[in-house]
């Protein structure tokens, strides 16, 4: 079993940044991907960023040219820069790992909330 503990989140205005951090309890020998994932009051969990084993990163439009997804893997720990926060970016941050074959393990969130 893993665990995935976050931290980073914060209260932040518009147009400031902030990092988020995702540690692994153990390390993980193999990992599929990596990503965030937030869910906002009244709306479903949505795709933020990924990073493969192999680095690729995948980024929902809404955040591209803002947020950066990025993995120490000596420390088994992912984190999400973000930069030119939006108040529609106002969300519970989840990081999420998924191991082969596919299984999935969440971390307990982190509150993000940028005010106009």
């Known amino acids: 079993q893993v665990q995935l503990v976050e931290s980073g989140g914060g209260l932040v205005q518009a147009g400031g940044s902030l990092r988020l951090s995702c540690a692994a309890s153990?390390?993980?020998?193999?990992?599929?991907?990596m990503g965030w994932y937030r869910q906002a009051p009244g709306k479903e969990r949505e795709l933020v960023a990924t990073?493969?084993?192999?680095?690729?990163?995948n980024y929902a439009d809404s955040v591209k040219g803002r947020f950066t997804i990025s993995r120490d893997n000596a420390k088994n720990t992912v984190y999400l820069q973000m930069n030119s926060l939006k108040p529609e970016d106002t969300a519970v941050y989840y990081c999420?790992?998924?191991?082969?074959?596919?299984?999935?393990?969440w971390g307990q969130g982190t509150q993000v909330t940028v005010s106009s």
């Open positions: 999420k790992l998924t191991t082969p074959p596919n299984y999935n393990y």
């Open positions: 153990r390390t993980i020998f193999s990992i599929v991907a």
């Open positions: 990073i493969t084993s192999r680095g690729t990163t």
